[in-house]
């Protein structure tokens, strides 16, 4: 294997990597914890040089990519790995927010995001781009699925060694959709923290790059492109609510800090906004150190559908709660069967068919909107960030079966009549 060269530009902003408690600084290169305060560390920038360099202008001049906010990463080089992530639809509801009693609701779609069908490739093409950069030329990840299918494919697109770590009992669509870009997939008898914790092993044994361990600090920015486009398609405003889904908490804690990033750099106005979070019942660790009034998440054992998000010890389920508190923020949970009718409630509403972590928001934004948590009024956003098409088993035995009929138009008709006695029935049994 060779390293791999690529142009370097004179303007990167990042500066240094600097711990979340203490401050302490360390320098550009493959860490996460610091070792003084064992806190998770995160990139730090030259904001007096990104607002030097950065317009309104500017970025919507550049790539209809992530890489329209390239000032805001934490890449060097002038040819980033772009494989048209990002810019994907911000969607003004109306049959959905209609049926909530919402005024303003926006739906973030990454179910679209490219090149596969969730936001998990705006932090990969961040984390291969800096891996490339610190002379790995093998990438590794561990994954509940997502990722092991965002890593796979943009390694092979880049032209990088890949070996995913998953759990055995992932759905069959995320174990394809990794397979057919051929790396190396594991498949580990454990739940995905069991995984990550081998994976950190592996890490330290063999040199590679894995995006959501060494490389974390890096990886975990690209989510800030979630918080960049939707202020940017708001005509360069902040929402006043946003809903997320909570995993990890990486995602939550970056749109965060990409709505401040903006305000730092003159980009939008200041504004408060609140930020609510979702969780499944069945993993819900952060939920329940909120409802609590705990400043610390218990790990859990998940038991949930919604696998994507299925961790038990999330790395930064202290700081989600910190954004939640701060802004004025829910996070809620969602049982089982919330989560498929948010999936099919979506689906029949926007014609958006979105994964189980889509789903879990999308049951919890109706959960806190039957709560009184949400104001019909506010300019709320709901982030999907994945496919329906990855989780097909979640919903396969709630939805209904195609109508056979012979080629012949009596046998469609009645047919027809059948569905049509059936709707009623469903929405007599709805008015009851």
């Known amino acids: ?117 969730s936001f998990k490739d705006r932090v990969v093409s961040v984390a291969l781009t800096r891996a490339k950069e610190l002379g790995f030329t093998t990438v590794s990840c561990a994954s509940t699925g997502n990722l092991a299918n965002s890593t796979a494919a943009i390694a092979a697109h880049a032209g990088l060694d890949c070996c995913v770590f998953i759990p055995a009992d992932l759905e069959a669509g995320k174990v394809l959709g990794t397979l057919i870009y051929n790396p190396t997939v594991m498949a580990v008898k454990g739940n995905y923290d069991q995984v990550n914790r081998l994976c950190c092993e592996v890490g330290n044994s063999y040199g590679w790059g894995f995006v959501n361990i060494n490389l974390r600090p890096y990886y975990s920015e690209g989510s800030k492109t979630l918080g960049f486009e939707v ?76 696998k994507s998000i299925a961790i038990g010890n999330p790395a930064d389920g202290y700081y989600a709660l910190d954004i939640a508190r701060k802004t004025n923020g829910n996070i809620e949970s969602v049982t089982d069967a919330e989560i498929v009718e948010g999936i099919k409630l979506l689906a029949e509403t926007e014609g958006i068919f979105t994964e189980t972590a889509g789903g879990t928001t999308i049951a919890v934004l109706k959960k806190l909107v039957e709560a009184g ?60």
Request: net charge neutral; proline share 6%.
């Open 1 to 117: 294997m060779t390293q791999a060269t690529q142009t370097q530009t004179k303007a990167a902003t990042f500066t240094h990597l600097v711990s979340k408690e203490g401050g302490v600084k360390y320098p550009l290169k493959a860490l996460h914890v610091c070792e003084e305060t064992f806190s998770p560390l995160e990139v730090a920038y030259d904001y007096d040089a990104i607002r030097a360099q950065v317009t309104r202008e500017s970025i919507q001049a550049g790539p209809n990519s992530i890489w329209r906010y390239k000032a805001f990463l934490p890449v060097e080089s002038e040819n980033p790995i772009d494989v048209g992530t990002g810019m994907t639809p911000l969607v003004k509801s109306h049959r959905l927010a209609r049926r909530l009693g919402l005024k303003n609701l926006y739906i973030k779609n990454d179910a679209v995001n490219m090149p596969t069908l």
């Open 231 to 306: 202020a940017e398609q708001l005509g360069w405003k902040l929402p006043d609510h946003v809903v997320a889904p909570l995993a990890s908490g990486s995602l939550y804690t970056k749109i965060y800090k990409g709505f401040q990033e903006f305000i730092k750099t003159g980009l939008v106005e200041d504004k408060a906004v609140r930020f609510s979070g979702a969780q499944a019942e069945g993993c819900s660790p952060i939920a329940a150190a909120f409802k609590e009034g705990r400043d610390f998440v218990t790990p859990v054992k998940p038991n949930t559908i919604a």
């Open 373 to 432: 948590k949400i104001d019909p009024e506010e300019t709320t956003v709901v982030y999907i960030t994945g496919n329906g098409l990855k989780t097909q088993e979640a919903v396969q035995e709630y939805i209904g079966q195609p109508l056979i009929i012979e080629p012949k138009l009596d046998s469609f008709e009645r047919a027809l009549e059948r569905s049509r006695t059936l709707e009623r029935l469903e929405w007599q049994q709805v008015l009851v």
